[in-house]
């Protein structure tokens, strides 16, 4: 723009950014080409943590120091190309989460939804309002928004699960709240399962008795592998897989239909073994979890290999090509969920 002004109009237009700057005025034509882009321009990158490494990691903080001291025994996993954020994509957060036998992850609430994806271990638990959820390899346990949780081992071996939380969306509205309970565990209010049971299978308490105690916006916080994976194999029993997604399934809020928490969306997909996708690209960025199998994400020509547990940051709006070797089962979780609600969501279907 200046380049093309006379000399003299040029240096007095510097002059005028200069003078206007202690103001908190800025023209925005030199900015307005970086602000409203023909297309999403993500300074996340794709990246890829194998499980193997990241775990090792881990295992050496558990050494030296205590779930309780570090409050969440967390390796954060930090998109490379949004260093000093804890961001793993421009509104998600992805963590790796241990705690070994006889520890507990004290009890708190804030208005940040998370999920949590098991990755090893069995017999851990997430309590949510009190209530456990036993946790199984691959099973998805949310805590949504406001609602207190805390962690206990109980087992005999380290349990790890991935965090998935809209810690970004949050600090990007500027509405972060949390509080400790007094305890460092919730007292148990009900035995395992009973939400399930009340609320979990087309039918809820009647409204307004006693034993309606979830909260009606989201009652349902377990999602079992063994339920998921069985409902995955119903589908490839009985369809073929859609060329772009293979056999895909997502996780619902039976209260209302719609995405799994109000900020994040989870789905769970399984591309046959041999199968390659086409192309997809879409506004929200991806984190996605190998649950099983083996394979390759193609992005930008370039070949990323999949092994079990690892974890693949998919930024907005980078095509991807998903090739499995062997049946291939992807956990996916992405702020979709949110961009429906805001009109923002868009994908391009090679
Ligand atoms: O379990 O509440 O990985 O608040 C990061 C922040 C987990 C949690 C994380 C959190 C939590």
């Known amino acids: 723009m200046s380049a093309a002004l006379h000399n003299d109009a040029a240096n007095q237009l510097k ?39 990241a775990r090792a990691y881990l295992l050496r903080a558990g050494d030296l120091i ?46 940040q939804c998370a999920l949590r994806f098991v990755m090893e271990g069995e017999g851990a638990f997430t309590a949510v309002d009190g209530e456990k959820a036993i946790m199984r390899p691959f099973d998805l346990v949310l805590t949504p928004g406001w ?67 979830r909260p009606n916006r989201q009652p349902l916080f377990h999602y079992p592998y063994s339920e998921w994976r069985q409902n995955l194999d119903s589908l490839v029993r009985g369809s073929d897989p859609d060329p772009h997604f293979g056999h895909a399934l997502e996780f619902v809020n039976p209260a209302d239909g719609g995405a799994a928490m109000p900020t994040i969306s989870a789905h769970v997909r399984l591309l046959p073994a041999g199968f390659t996708s086409r192309p997809r690209a879409a506004t929200d960025g991806t984190v996605f979890v190998v649950a099983e199998g083996r394979g390759t994400a193609r992005i930008d020509g370039k070949d990323i290999p999949l092994h079990e547990r690892d974890t693949l940051v998919v930024p907005s709006w980078r095509e991807v090509v998903f090739q499995a070797e062997g049946d291939l089962v992807l956990f996916g979780y992405s702020d979709r969920s949110a961009q429906e609600k805001l009109g923002l969501f868009r994908e391009h279907r090679g």
């Open 66 to 111: 205590s779930a309780e001291q570090a409050e969440r025994r967390v390796l954060i996993m930090e998109n490379p190309g949004l260093p000093g954020s804890s961001c793993a994509t421009s509104s998600l957060y992805a963590g790796l989460q241990l705690i070994l036998p006889g520890e507990v992850a004290p009890c708190h609430r804030h208005a």
């Open 147 to 213: 609602q207190w949780h805390d962690h206990g081992n109980t087992s005999s071996k380290p349990m790890i699960w991935l965090d998935g939380l809209d810690i970004p969306t949050v600090l990007h509205f500027d509405a972060s709240f949390a509080e400790h309970w007094p305890e460092s565990a919730h007292p148990e209010t009900v035995p395992p399962g009973d939400t399930s049971h009340r609320y979990g299978k087309n039918m809820r308490p009647m409204r307004g008795t006693a034993t309606d105690r």
């Open 15 to 53: 002059a005028l950014y200069a003078e206007m700057q202690p103001h908190g005025l800025y023209p925005l034509w030199e900015v307005l080409s970086a602000l409203v882009t023909p297309k999403p321009r993500s300074p996340a990158i794709v990246h890829r943590w194998t499980y193997a490494d």
